[in-house]
């Protein structure tokens, strides 16, 4: 078995693996940066190899059934136990929990956001910006939309979330992602998904980064069924990348912090607890390229759900309404005939929030730009602004590409809140719902169609 060492001082593994990264979602992987490190046949030897510490990390409940059980074995350093004790809080007033309703904000509306400026020294930490929190983290049910602006690496500081999943939707800049089950470099047009529990430390391999992340505090985010589209498309397993094992043997005063029911719990230690020498499991951060998305769509006339487009789903006990979906929007053929083509004017029991990770969004051609955000909050109409209505109204029907096109949906079961951050101090577009104002009547009470 080979070993490398990356530019940051990791050890890590080539085992099994392209450019650091092993093939699948949800697969049980195994890696190991130092030869024979992992156990073979057994999780729980009577002394591990190195004199290395094994522990379990849960991701779903010892006794979830088979196909959703999620834990992984690691053999590490020291035990977590010795990363993380004696905790003070801390304040990071711009990251939200729900339950967060506000009484000063109103969020029964739409609303429309261009993207939040950046700032000088910012980390992930400081830097992340709640637009929105729904349900409510105590019961595990609901989700929290933020954007982070970054320019600074964390440096002897650490975090993981107790509250959440993160799924990192990237619009600028490039990031790594150090955690204790490898090493993840992430950039726009690619997404991903951390796990509860997990820790990690967040560098800025370019910056300024800007993205957006949906917290998930309920149900991890899964792949959708496809149906009758069968065993293809959409997203494909093996385009999500686990990273092989990578530990750091390093000690350093250093600072953890745990956001745990929404409040901040920092802690001081003495080393690095990127101490993850091998390990063994299918509870593991992955990353997965949006460009490796193959949308399916309508290829005759009229306009799909937009369910067609979810990458990933995360289930609210009732089936087929998720706690979350995020759905993609990607450059795609347009080829229905006799037909409305961009999304339909409607009301949905679903809040839908959207971000632009670039280019120009078929139902709003001005004003929703890359880095921006909208919110279609649960049962607010909405639909094309009045240029893309026209548009699409009177276009020439042949098979038309949408080019250089990338928005996303946060599609949530909850009302969104906007924080008072998302409503006082982003750049809220105050007069976003005139883009709907010059819609005109068309009816005349005489029959043929109009406009
Ligand atoms: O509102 C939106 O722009 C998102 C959306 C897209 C679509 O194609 C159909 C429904 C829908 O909510
Ligand atoms: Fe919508």
Redesign the pocket.
């Known amino acids: 078995m080979n070993t490398q060492t990356r530019p940051s001082g990791l050890v890590r593994g080539a085992d099994a693996a392209r450019d650091g990264y092993m093939p699948g979602f949800g697969n049980d992987f195994e890696t190991e940066a130092l030869p024979g490190a992992l156990p073979q046949g057994m999780n729980s030897p009577q002394k591990c190899e190195y004199g290395l510490y094994g522990e379990q990390l849960s991701g779903t409940p010892f006794t979830a059934p088979g196909h959703q059980n999620e834990r992984t074995w690691c053999y590490r350093i020291r035990p977590s136990v010795r990363h993380v004790s004696r905790f003070e809080t801390i304040e990071l007033p711009y990251w939200k929990t729900a339950p967060a309703v506000d009484p000063d904000v109103v969020s029964m509306g739409q609303f429309r956001w261009d993207p939040v400026p950046h700032a000088d020294g910012l980390t992930w930490l400081t830097g992340m910006r709640t637009m929105t929190t729904a349900g409510d983290v105590n019961t595990q049910v609901g989700m929290a939309a933020h954007v982070y602006v970054v320019t600074d690496s964390m440096r002897d500081e650490y975090f993981y979330s107790a509250d959440s999943e993160l799924l990192v939707v990237p619009q600028e800049g490039r990031l790594r992602f150090a955690t204790e089950l490898g090493v993840i470099d992430l950039e726009p047009q690619e997404v991903a998904i951390l796990p509860r529990g997990l820790v990690y430390r967040v560098e800025v391999l370019e910056g300024p980064a800007r993205g957006f992340v949906c917290e998930n505090y309920g149900q991890k985010f899964e792949l959708p069924g496809r149906g009758p589209i069968g065993a293809n498309c959409m997203a494909n397993r093996r385009d999500f990348k686990t990273p092989v094992a990578a530990f750091e043997d390093r000690d350093a005063p250093s600072r953890v912090t745990v956001k745990w029911c929404g409040r901040f719990h920092r802690t001081s230690i003495d080393h690095s607890p990127l101490d993850v020498v091998a390990w063994h499991g299918n509870y593991a951060p992955c990353k997965y390229d949006l460009r490796t998305y193959c949308p399916v769509g309508a290829i005759l006339f009229d306009?799909?759900?937009?369910s067609i487009?979810t990458v990933l789903t995360a289930p609210s006990g009732i089936e087929g309404t998720a706690n979350i979906d995020f759905?993609l929007?990607r450059d795609r053929w347009m080829v229905a005939e006799d037909t409305f083509r961009?999304?339909?004017y409607?009301k949905?029991i679903m809040s839908?929030l959207?971000g632009n990770i670039h280019g120009i969004?078929?139902?709003?051609p001005e004003g929703f730009v890359p880095g921006g955000m909208?919110l279609?909050n649960m049962m607010l109409p909405?639909?094309?602004d009045r240029g893309a209505f026209e548009g699409a109204s009177n276009a020439d029907l042949k098979p038309v590409k949408l080019e250089d096109t990338m928005s996303f949906?946060f599609?949530t079961r909850f009302p969104q809140h906007l924080t008072r951050f998302a409503a006082q101090e982003a750049p809220l577009q105050e007069d976003y719902v005139e883009v709907w104002a010059d819609l005109p009547k068309l009816y005349d009470g005489t029959p043929g169609k109009k406009g």
């Open positions: 306009h799909p759900d937009p487009f759905v929007f961009p999304p339909w409607h949905n839908e959207m969004y078929d139902a709003k909208s279609h909405h639909g094309p949906m599609e």
